[in-house]
Nanobody, 124 residues
């Protein structure tokens, strides 16, 4: 099994920044595509960003393109999501997910392992 733990969430004002981390235990991430999803109350879980196992290829939802950056450090078994210019509508629980593949998209069915989530609240 692959264990994923998110951290870095918190409360920020609109326009602020946060960096989320997703740390893996028990497995090396270098053969896994990783994605970040988010879920707001009353909303479906939506894909935010994904990154290929090598880190070369990335995908972003239109709503976050230009504001969020996904990256990974396979040596540290960690994936990051840098979130800048945060908006109120970014408020959600953010989850990381891993799929045993070189590259995956932003559908939750593409991923096999999920973390517990970290809360991001953007409030004015």
């Amino acid at each position: 099994q692959l264990q994923l733990v998110e951290s870095g969430g918190g409360l920020v004002q609109p326009g602020g920044s946060l960096r989320l981390s997703c740390a893996a235990s028990g497995f090396s991430l270098d053969l896994y595509a990783i994605a970040w999803f988010r879920q707001a109350p009353g909303k479906e879980r939506e894909g935010v960003s994904s990154i290929s196992s090598s880190g070369v290829s990335t995908n972003y939802a239109d709503s976050v393109k230009g504001r969020f950056t996904i990256s990974r450090d396979n040596a540290k078994n960690t994936v990051y999501l840098q979130m800048n210019s945060l908006k109120v509508e970014d408020t959600a629980i953010y989850y990381c997910a891993a799929g045993y593949a070189s590259s995956r998209g932003l559908s939750r069915h593409e991923y096999d392992y999920w973390g517990q989530g970290t809360q991001v609240t953007v409030s004015s």
